[in-house]
C-alpha cells in the first residue's frame, strides 16, 4: 500500500469518528446540557454567588423621570367643560437602590432583605428646576377629604364644605414640583391633624418616600429550583393580600422586577409584584432586540392586564367593593391607598378605554414614550435594559354638599406619570458578551467537531479524486510508452531479398528505369536480418 492511501484511508477513518461522535453529541445535546446545568447552580442568591454581590447593589444606574400634567382652564372644568392640560417635564432623579439586612433563611433557600430607595436630583437630564417651577392641578388632599365625607350625612358635608371654603381652599392648587413630590404642610391637612392626631399633615406625592423601602420582602434563593430563582415568598410576612376580592387578584406572583431565571423562552409568562401598584402584573413576549451588543428578548405587559372585567373576567377580582369596576386601561387603587380615589394606568392613557383619553384635552399615547417594557438576557435572564412607565390619576366627580361641583362631569384626571428607567452599564455589558461568548462557544462544540468532520470528508473527496486522476495518468503514458516503442521499431525495420542472385550495379542503365517486379521482396526483419 502506498503513502498515498495510507493517506486516505487514515482521513477517511477520522472524518468517520469526527462525525459520528459531533452528531451523537449534537442529538444528546450533551454540552448544553451541561452548560445549562452549571448556569443553574450559579444563578443562585447565595454568597457563593457571582450574581449575589450585584443583587445586592446594583450597579446599572437607574433613572427616575417625573411628567406632570398642567390644567390650563380649571375654571371652565369647573363650569362642566373639559379639561385642558398640558405636559412638564422631565424632573429627572437618580435612584439607588442597595440591598440591606441580608439575611439567609431556611438552611439558604430563602433570603430576608430590605430595598431602601433614595433619589438625587439629575439637573442636567431635567427640563427645569423643581425648587422653582409652578404646576396647577387637582388639590389630593381635598378629593381625598370629599371622598371620604361620601358616606356621611348631607349636613355634615356641607358644613365641612363651608369651613373649607372659609379657609379660601379651592379644588385645584398651585404648587412647586419639589412640593407636590416631596411633600408641604397642607393648610387643610393640618387642621384635621390637629383634631385627628393620625393624619399626617404633610402631603406629597412621594412622601416619606426618600430613604425609604417599601416593605420587607423574603425571597426564595434558587438553590432548590432554578426557577424559583428570586421568586418572593412574603412580602410584610404576608403569602399574599387581603385587598382585593378574589384569591388570585390576591396572589403575590413573580419577582420585584430586578432579577428573573436563567433560561427564559419565548413562550415563558414572566410575573412582576409591584408594591407600588398593589398587584403582580404578568409580561409576555413581545420581539427579540438587540442592547449594546447583547441579543435580548423583549417582554412588556399585554393588553388583557388592565383590560375591563367585562373583556376579560379574571380581573374581576380587582373590582372592590365586587362589582365596582373601571373600564379597560384603568385600575383603581384606592384600597392600598388610604381611601383616596386613586387610579393608575398607563401613560397618557395608553391602552385604555377612549373615552377616558377624549375626557381630558392634551393626552397623546404613543408606544414608543409610554409603553412598558423589560429587556431581558434569556440565557441568564438578567435585565439589560428595563422601562417601567405608571400614571397617577385621581377620580372628580360630583360630591353634594360641596357646591363647587355641582357642574363637573366625572372624569379620570391625569396628574403625573413616572418613566423609571435602567440600562445595563458598559463593564457589566462587557463582561456579559464575554460569558456568552463562552457559553456559546461550549454549547456549539459539537457542531466545530462536525464542521471539522466535514472539512475533513472535503479532503477526503479532493483526495480521492486525485488518485484517480494519477491513476488515469499512469496508464495513459504507459499505453503512450507502448505505442512509441511500436512505432519506432517499424521505422527501424530492414528488408532481406529472397533471390539469392548479386545485387545489379546502381551504374546499370538498362534497369534503373524499370519498376521492380511484384514479390521480389516479401519477408521484415530486424536490421541485423540473418538470410535464409
Known amino acids: 500500500m502506498t503513502r498515498k ?65 398642567n390644567v390650563t382652564n380649571p375654571e371652565e372644568f369647573l363650569k362642566g367643560g373639559k379639561a385642558a392640560v398640558t405636559q412638564i417635564g422631565p424632573y429627572t432623579y437618580r435612584e439607588y437602590r442597595p440591598r440591606e439586612n441580608v439575611t439567609f433563611l431556611e438552611n439558604g433557600t430563602k433570603i430576608y432583605a430590605l430595598n431602601p430607595k433614595s433619589f438625587v436630583f439629575v439637573r442636567e437630564k431635567s427640563a427645569g428646576d423643581p425648587e422653582v417651577d409652578l404646576i396647577r392641578n387637582v388639590n389630593i388632599p381635598l378629593v381625598a377629604v370629599m371622598n371620604e365625607l361620601n358616606s356621611y350625612s348631607f349636613f355634615l358635608r356641607t358644613l365641612v364644605s363651608m369651613w373649607v371654603n372659609s379657609l379660601g381652599i379651592d379644588i385645584f392648587m398651585t404648587r412647586t414640583v ?155 387603587v384606592s384600597v392600598c391607598r388610604e381611601g383616596a380615589p386613586i387610579v393608575v394606568s398607563f401613560p397618557h392613557f395608553y391602552q385604555a378605554d377612549p373615552k377616558y383619553i377624549n375626557a381630558v384635552e392634551g393626552l397623546n399615547p404613543n408606544k414608543e414614550e409610554h409603553e412598558t417594557y423589560l429587556d431581558l438576557q434569556p440565557t441568564t435572564g438578567v435585565p439589560i435594559r428595563a422601562c417601567k412607565r405608571a400614571q397617577l390619576n385621581i377620580i372628580l366627580k ?68 486525485r488518485n484517480r486522476q494519477k491513476k488515469n495518468e499512469v496508464k495513459r503514458i504507459d499505453f503512450t510508452e507502448a505505442f512509441h516503442s511500436f512505432a519506432t521499431a517499424k521505422d527501424e525495420t530492414a528488408y532481406t531479398q529472397v533471390s539469392d542472385k548479386p545485387e545489379e550495379s546502381p551504374d546499370a542503365t538498362s534497369h534503373t528505369t524499370q519498376p521492380m517486379r511484384n514479390g521480389s521482396y516479401i519477408a521484415m526483419s530486424p536490421v541485423e536480418a540473418q538470410k535464409c
Not at 219 to 247: A, P, Q, R, V
Not at 429 to 451: C, E, G, K, Y
Open 5 to 69: 492511501s495510507c493517506a486516505i484511508y487514515a482521513t477517511g477513518i477520522v472524518c468517520a469518528h469526527l462525525l459520528i461522535v459531533g452528531i451523537a453529541l449534537v442529538v444528546a445535546q450533551v454540552f448544553q446540557t451541561m452548560i445549562h446545568s452549571r448556569l443553574k447552580k450559579e444563578i443562585t442568591l447565595t454568597e457563593k454567588s457571582q450574581v449575589f454581590e450585584s443583587w445586592k447593589n446594583p450597579p446599572p444606574p437607574v433613572y427616575m423621570e417625573y411628567y406632570f400634567f
Open 178 to 332: 419639589h412640593e407636590v413630590l416631596w411633600g408641604f404642610k397642607d393648610p387643610l391637612l393640618s387642621r384635621i391633624h390637629n383634631m385627628r392626631p393620625e393624619v399626617d399633615e404633610y402631603f406629597g406625592l412621594m412622601w416619606k418616600k426618600n430613604g425609604t423601602h417599601e416593605g420587607e420582602f423574603v425571597f426564595y434563593t434558587g438553590e432548590e429550583n432554578y426557577l424559583d430563582y428570586g421568586k418572593i415568598d412574603t412580602w410584610n410576612g404576608l403569602s399574599e393580600m387581603t385587598w382585593w376580592s378574589s384569591n388570585q387578584s390576591n396572589m403575590i406572583n413573580g419577582t420585584d422586577g430586578a432579577v428573573f431565571h436563567p433560561l427564559i423562552s419565548r413562550n415563558d409568562m414572566l410575573y412582576i409584584f409591584a408594591a407600588d401598584l398593589c398587584r403582580s402584573i404578568h409580561l409576555s413576549y413581545v420581539k427579540d432586540v438587540e442592547v449594546k451588543g447583547i441579543q435580548a428578548f423583549r417582554f412588556a405587559p399585554p393588553s388583557d392586564v388592565l383590560m375591563s372585567p367585562k373583556e376579560n373576567p379574571v380581573n374581576e377580582g380587582f373590582c372592590v367593593p365586587a362589582g365596582d369596576c373601571l373600564g379597560t386601561g384603568v385600575l383603581k
Open 398 to 465: 360630583r360630591v353634594s354638599g360641596f357646591p363647587k361641583t355641582r357642574y363637573i362631569n366625572e372624569t379620570i384626571f391625569p396628574i403625573m406619570f413616572v418613566n423609571e428607567t435602567a440600562t445595563i452599564d458598559e463593564e457589566s455589558a462587557s463582561q456579559m458578551r464575554s460569558l456568552l461568548l463562552i457559553v456559546t462557544l461550549v454549547s456549539n462544540f459539537p457542531l466545530l467537531i462536525v464542521a471539522m468532520g466535514l472539512i475533513l470528508l472535503l479532503v477526503l473527496v479532493v483526495l480521492f479524486c
